[in-house]
């Protein structure tokens, strides 16, 4: 087996926004970054394709946001969400914060192509199918390109930043699916669809709840997420599924969608949610999906992975300039980072879920909503990630969210 030249400080297992942002940072700071993706870009990946406000700040440290706004994103000025009974509320970023929404084929190639430019060597089509190990820990990845080529690469770090799935958490032990939660969700774009505005929105009801995020005035992602046991039905016809399940589920949105039409066959994926025993090891780390998994309901995925990916890349890079055998210890601290920046967003994402899992509590939670139109801001706020996802948490706001 041919071994790469020369040692590398980091090997990035994984492509998509995580590991794009990771070597970006870590190339602005010196280090010597490969990174490897199964994939050839552009390719297609399963998600809701809307990022907060606070992705913006994110793609400005990383050299990303020029090539990010030359696709022409769509922006996005808040989010509404509709109750079971059809009470919508509507909550608006503040006037000089918008998210966006792009097709992530789009933006995941763009910040790839970011990543090469700070510095990178980036191989796609050759996908990771072991890690290197000496009594220390990891030392370095064994890959395959798509000829079937073999070789070895050595680092002082591998960090896995390739998915739900990630091999370096898999060969690690680290990763597994949740024990309970078994969500999959399913994904069409939709052409000629009415009422879409510069808003997100989301439908709940159904057993499970379903996104639209506008792509342009016209186009929007529609992705639903249903527990696994709902999914038994799909049987070999996914796109009867996901039209039945829309008609049926979410009557008024369908209205809308049956006058536009399907422009891509849908696709699924899942379980969604996976969970790390631990988010380093000696030689490795994990950031993104890779470190843990939990069915973003609002949204912040894509802007979770870049917030990660720049926590790690401060711990890995004092690690490596440290330039000490301490390198395992030193990486600790990024577990607890990556905690502190999570934790309450992680509490509020499923507060919410199980709110508005019960259809009484979110037509109550809507109508109070509809009248309270600063408490929409607020939520709306925490889910868009610059509103501290810890006031969510305090007496005053529940005591106004949840009073007669």
């Known amino acids: 087996m041919e071994t790469g030249s020369g040692r590398r400080d980091v090997a990035i297992v994984g492509g998509g926004p995580a590991g794009s942002a990771l070597a970006c940072f870590l190339c602005q700071r010196g280090h010597d970054v490969v990174l490897f993706d199964a994939a050839r870009f552009p390719r297609d990946k399963v998600c809701g394709e809307a990022a907060s406000p606070q992705a913006w700040p994110l793609l400005e440290a990383m050299g990303a ?9 769509h922006p996005l000025g808040g989010m509404q969400l509709t109750s079971p009974d059809g009470t919508s509320f509507q909550g608006r970023y503040s006037r000089d914060r ?3 929404a792009a097709r992530r084929r789009d933006l995941d190639t ?4 970011q ?3 700070e510095g990178a060597e980036v191989h796609e089509g050759t996908r990771v199918t072991g890690l290197l190990r000496r009594a220390e820990g990891v030392e370095g990845v064994e890959a395959e390109g798509r000829d079937g080529s073999c070789r070895r690469w050595t680092a002082r770090l591998v960090v896995g930043a390739d998915g739900r799935h990630s091999v370096v958490a898999a060969r690690l032990h680290l990763g597994r699916l949740h024990h309970r939660l078994r969500r999959f969700a399913v994904r069409g774009y939709w052409e000629g669809v009415e009422g879409l505005g510069d808003h997100g929105e989301m439908h709940v009801g159904g057993g499970g709840y379903c996104g639209v995020a506008p792509l342009s005035a016209t186009l929007a992602n529609v992705a639903f997420v249903l527990h696994q046991r709902e999914m038994a039905s799909a049987g070999g016809n996914l796109e009867g599924f996901y039209r039945d399940a829309l008609r049926h589920r979410w009557p008024r949105l369908w209205e809308r969608l049956e006058r536009g039409r399907l422009v891509e066959t849908p696709r699924a994926v899942g379980p969604l949610a996976v969970e790390a025993r631990a988010v380093a090891a000696p030689g490795a780390l ?6 843990g998994f939990y069915d973003p309901f609002t949204g ?6 870049l917030r990660t990916a720049e926590i790690a890349a401060r711990a890995i890079s004092q690690a490596l300039d440290a330039r000490d055998r301490a390198l395992p210890e030193r990486l600790g601290g990024y577990e607890s980072a990556r905690r502190a920046a999570t934790r309450d967003k992680f509490r509020f994402n499923r507060l919410l879920q199980v709110a508005v899992g019960w259809p009484d ?8 909503l509809e009248r309270r139109p600063d408490l929409a801001d607020r939520l709306v706020g925490i889910a868009g990630d610059f509103v501290p996802a810890r006031t969510a948490f305090g007496p ?3 005591w106004a969210l949840l009073r007669p």
């Open 361 to 368: 509590a979110a037509n109550l939670l809507a109508r109070r």
């Open 300 to 305: 912040e995925g894509i802007t979770l992975a």
């Open 286 to 291: 994990l950031v993104g999906d890779a470190a």
């Open 98 to 100: 918008r998210g966006f």
């Open 110 to 113: 763009a910040l790839l192509a």
């Open 396 to 398: 005053r706001f529940l």
């Open 65 to 73: 946001a020029e090539r990010v706004g030359q696709l022409h994103p």
């Open 115 to 117: 990543a090469r430019a």
